[in-house]
C-alpha cells in the first residue's frame, strides 16, 4: 500500500534514442526552413510576391500580414524608399541633405506638391513619412471615407511637416527636451478633412469627446471617419497621436516615423 495518493510506480523516461530522434527531427524541420528562406531570398524559388517577405513594397495591392514589413523595410533604406514613393503618382521634389541646428534637418527628404488629395502648403517630409502618408491616404483614409460618407476625402488639412523645434507637451515646445519628429521632417499633423461634396470635418470639432465610453458608442459618421483615420494611421506609421493622448493634440492627428511605437 502506498504511503500517499500520488504514490506510485514511476514512470520509465524517454529513451535515448527517443530522445535522440525528436532532436533531430526538430533539427530537420529548423534546416527545412532555413533553407526555403535562403532559397527563396536568393531567387532560387519563385513565389507570389504577396508571400514573399523580401519583395519590393507594392503600394497599389491591398494591405495584408506582409506589408507591415515590406514598408518597414523600404523605410529603413533610402533607395528602396525612394523606389517604393516613385510608385505612388504623387508629385514631389527631392530635397537636399541639411542641417539647421543640433538635431534638426533633414536627409533623403522631399517637398510634396500633390498627392492624392490636396494639401494646401506643400510639405517638406522624409521619404519615409511621405511613404507611410501615401498608404495610409490610399488603404485607410479613403476606404474608411467610402464606408462613412459613401464618398471621398478630397483635402487634408495640416498644420505643418518640418520645424526645428522640441517635444510639445502642451504649453509650447518644452526647453531640454528631446527633439521633436518635426524636427526632422518625420511627423506631419493633420488637423482636418474634407469631403468631395465640399464639408470639411475637423479634429477639434468632431473628435468624440467626455471619455472612452461616449467615444466608443458615437454613431456621428464625422467623429467614427476621425477614429478610422487615427486607427488605421497605427498601421503605417510608428507614431500617432491624437486628442486622447493630450492637450496639446485637441486638435489633430500627429503622424510620425521613425520614433517609438505609439499608438495613443
Given at each position: 500500500m502506498a504511503l500517499y495518493p500520488s504514490d506510485g510506480p514511476e514512470k520509465p523516461e524517454p529513451?535515448?534514442?527517443?530522445?535522440w530522434l525528436g532532436t533531430a527531427f526538430v533539427c530537420a524541420v529548423i534546416a527545412a526552413l532555413l533553407l526555403g528562406a535562403w532559397a527563396v531570398a536568393t531567387g532560387r524559388l519563385n513565389i507570389p510576391e504577396r508571400f514573399n517577405p523580401w519583395a519590393p513594397l507594392d503600394v497599389s495591392a491591398p494591405p495584408d500580414w506582409l506589408t507591415g514589413y515590406k514598408l518597414s523595410r523600404a523605410r529603413t533604406e533610402p533607395?528602396?524608399?525612394?523606389a517604393a514613393l516613385a510608385q505612388t503618382g504623387m508629385q514631389y521634389d527631392l530635397l537636399p541633405d541639411r542641417t539647421t541646428a543640433p538635431g534638426c534637418g533633414f536627409k533623403n527628404a522631399v517637398r510634396l506638391r500633390s498627392a492624392g488629395v490636396r494639401l494646401g502648403t506643400a510639405p517638406s517630409l522624409s521619404c519615409p513619412m511621405a511613404l507611410s502618408f501615401?498608404?495610409?491616404e490610399r488603404h485607410a483614409l479613403q476606404p474608411a471615407a467610402m464606408q462613412r460618407f459613401g464618398q471621398p476625402v478630397a483635402a487634408i488639412d495640416h498644420l505643418g511637416s518640418y520645424a526645428c523645434r522640441n517635444v510639445n507637451?502642451?504649453?509650447g515646445a518644452v526647453p531640454g527636451a528631446s527633439r521633436s519628429r518635426h524636427a526632422t521632417a518625420d511627423a506631419l499633423d493633420v488637423a482636418g478633412l474634407t469631403l468631395a461634396n465640399g464639408r470639411?470635418?475637423?479634429v477639434l470639432?468632431?473628435?468624440p469627446r467626455g471619455g472612452s465610453a461616449d467615444a466608443a458608442s458615437t454613431?456621428?459618421?464625422a467623429a467614427l471617419l476621425l477614429r478610422?483615420?487615427?486607427r488605421g494611421a497605427c498601421r503605417f506609421f510608428n507614431g500617432v497621436l491624437g486628442p486622447d493622448y493630450n492637450a496639446a493634440h485637441r486638435d489633430h492627428l500627429h503622424l510620425e516615423t521613425g520614433g517609438y511605437e505609439v499608438c495613443r
Open positions: 529513451s535515448r534514442r527517443k530522445r533607395a528602396r524608399c525612394l501615401f498608404m495610409w507637451r502642451g504649453e470639411r470635418i475637423t470639432q468632431a473628435w454613431s456621428d459618421p478610422d483615420a487615427h
